[in-house]
């Protein structure tokens, strides 16, 4: 009974989380299928982007909540009424989500948590999960990023620095003759006097 008043809980929460969305991102877009009749709320599982400020918010519950509602959902057979998101969309999931009893429908589960929350939710927002292909487990778990380690400094510069050393190495040949020119030149010989000298008599 946990797992149901939990779900309750959830529920109850973002019915009444609707309208602070409305006033930090704005009014929700109209619903794609015109014959929904469920009730709209922003999914909680995603961020969302300000429209005045072009900022990204960060999703309102972590991936660690994710899991444990997710894990409260499964246990009551209840996946159904959770929104997609990271935690939800894995393939391990889905199989799960299909292999939930099919007697059992949407109705007759939300008539579990309360008749005054029996009503269907279309979640708003849209979740892409990212390209994670490959038996690698190095390639899933860095699918999609710019580069597979971080690093330290030194290794992150050292491409510049190999650059910089190179071109300075090209030219050093021209920068010694310069050097010793100069030097040359500007060095003072020791059997003159020092004209800048002043002697006290």
Do not use: C
Request: glycine letters at 6%.
């Amino acid at each position: 009974m946990s797992a149901v008043q939990a779900l309750k809980k959830f529920r109850i929460h973002e019915l009444k989380g609707l309208q602070g969305h409305i006033t930090r991102f704005g009014p929700l877009p109209a619903p794609e299928n015109a014959s929904s009749s469920g009730v709209q709320l922003p999914n909680p599982f995603i961020p969302h982007r300000n429209p005045y400020t072009g900022r990204w918010a960060a999703p309102k519950y972590s991936l660690r909540r994710q899991a444990e509602l997710i894990k409260v959902a499964k246990a009551s057979n209840n996946l159904d009424l959770l929104p997609p998101g990271p935690k939800l969309s894995s393939p391990a999931a889905n199989l799960l989500s299909k292999k939930l009893d099919a007697t059992v429908g949407l109705s007759e589960k939300l008539s579990v948590l309360d008749e005054a929350l029996a009503f269907p939710v279309d979640w708003v927002g849209k979740f892409e999960p990212k390209n994670t292909t490959g038996s690698d487990l190095g390639v899933r778990l860095y699918a999609g990023k710019k580069r597979m380690f971080k690093g330290h400094k030194w290794e992150r510069t050292k491409p510049r620095r190999e650059a910089h050393k190179g071109m300075l190495m090209r030219d050093m040949d021209w920068r010694v003759t310069k050097f010793k020119g100069e030097h040359h030149y500007r060095s003072r010989n020791p059997l003159k006097p020092n004209q800048s000298t002043k002697l006290p008599f």
